[in-house]
């Protein structure tokens, strides 16, 4: 903690950290709104992929195992790659194609921001991670309260938003955290494709300046204070969650 604190000293009072700093801020709402969109977006379709998993209808199950496993088992930054240069370009072939048809402007590939292209595949990437959080923390509810629920005549959505998923969250929760903190760092990856984050400054800061050794290290401190932060404001409300008077409650 003292050598942490050193650190952050230096950075605030050192003129070389403190410029390095006040470039690589520019980058820090870039990570942040990269981090954020794709976080919140891959929760969505993961929640949707963990329902259709657990689905009484088996091609809706098979599709969604096979986008898991898939997905799973590509590593991010080829999937960077893949969605910018591969998938990015056949989207835009498919809309000029539709938008010929119906007298639209075509648009071309480099209009696709890379920013967004970033994003798409953050997306795609943790929402194949979420999904199996989602259903591990469905499956954990007990059975007993669903048919309980089912004998009082609460309808599927009824039962999913009143009994399955409050008490899902509290079993997901701490792993959606740490899959928060996993894409603060990860959000890093788009630097790949020219994205101005935190981390693509860094780089091309170092390579005008020569200066690798404080460059790099306030690169390195500026992520460890946003994934401190996080995980300390994660760990508050996980306290908070257990010491709610329902927290124990039947439902």
């Given at each position: 903690?003292?050598?942490?604190?050193?650190?952050?000293?230096?950075?605030?009072?050192?003129?070389?950290?403190?410029?390095?700093?006040?470039?690589?801020?520019?980058?820090?709402?870039?990570?942040?709104?990269?981090?954020?969109?794709?976080?919140?977006?891959?929760?969505?379709?993961?929640?949707?992929?963990?329902?259709?998993?657990l689905?009484?209808?088996?091609?809706?199950?098979?599709?969604?195992?096979?986008?898991?496993?898939?997905?799973?088992?590509?590593?991010?930054?080829?999937?960077?790659?893949y969605?910018?240069?591969?998938?990015?370009?056949?989207?835009?072939?498919?809309?000029?194609?539709?938008?010929?048809?119906?007298?639209?402007?075509?648009?071309?590939?480099?209009?696709?921001?890379?920013?967004?292209?970033?994003?798409?595949?953050?997306?795609l990437?943790?929402?194949?991670?979420?999904?199996?959080?989602?259903?591990?923390?469905?499956?954990?509810?007990?059975?007993?309260?669903?048919?309980?629920?089912?004998?009082?005549?609460?309808?599927?959505?009824?039962?999913?938003?009143?009994i399955?998923?409050?008490?899902?969250?509290?079993?997901?929760?701490?792993?959606?955290?740490?899959?928060?903190?996993?894409m603060?760092?990860?959000s890093?990856?788009?630097?790949?494709?020219g994205?101005?984050?935190?981390?693509?400054?860094?780089?091309?800061?170092?390579?005008?300046?020569f200066?690798y050794?404080?460059?790099?290290?306030?690169?390195?401190?500026?992520?460890?204070?946003?994934?401190?932060?996080?995980?300390?404001?994660?760990r508050?409300?996980?306290?908070?969650?257990?010491?709610?008077?329902?927290a124990k409650?039947d439902?």
């Open positions: 903690m003292a050598t942490g604190a050193y650190f952050f000293w230096q950075v605030f009072t050192v003129e070389i950290y403190s410029k390095v700093l006040s470039t690589l801020s520019k980058g820090i709402w870039i990570t942040v709104y990269v981090t954020v969109v794709a976080y919140l977006s891959a929760c969505l379709i993961g929640l949707g992929l963990a329902v259709a998993q689905s009484r209808f088996i091609i809706l199950r098979q599709a969604a195992r096979l986008y898991v496993e898939i997905l799973r088992g590509i590593p991010i930054i080829v999937l960077l790659l969605v910018a240069f591969v998938l990015a370009p056949a989207l835009v072939a498919g809309w000029n194609w539709i938008a010929d048809g119906i007298g639209l402007d075509p648009i071309r590939t480099r209009d696709f921001s890379l920013l967004w292209r970033a994003v798409i595949a953050l997306t990437a943790y929402s194949s991670f979420m999904a199996e959080v989602f259903r591990a923390g469905l499956q954990s509810v007990d059975p007993g309260q669903i048919e309980a629920a089912e004998s009082l005549g609460l309808n599927r959505w009824q039962r999913f938003r009143h399955v998923f409050p008490q899902a969250f509290r079993t997901i929760m701490p792993p959606l955290g740490n899959d928060f903190v996993a603060v760092k990860d890093s990856l788009v630097s790949v494709l994205v101005t984050d935190v981390t693509q400054l860094g780089k091309v800061l170092a390579a005008g300046n200066r050794f404080e460059t790099y290290s306030v690169v390195a401190l500026v992520y460890l204070a946003m994934t401190i932060t996080l995980s300390l404001a994660m508050r409300l996980e306290k908070y969650m257990r010491q709610r008077p329902d409650a439902y």
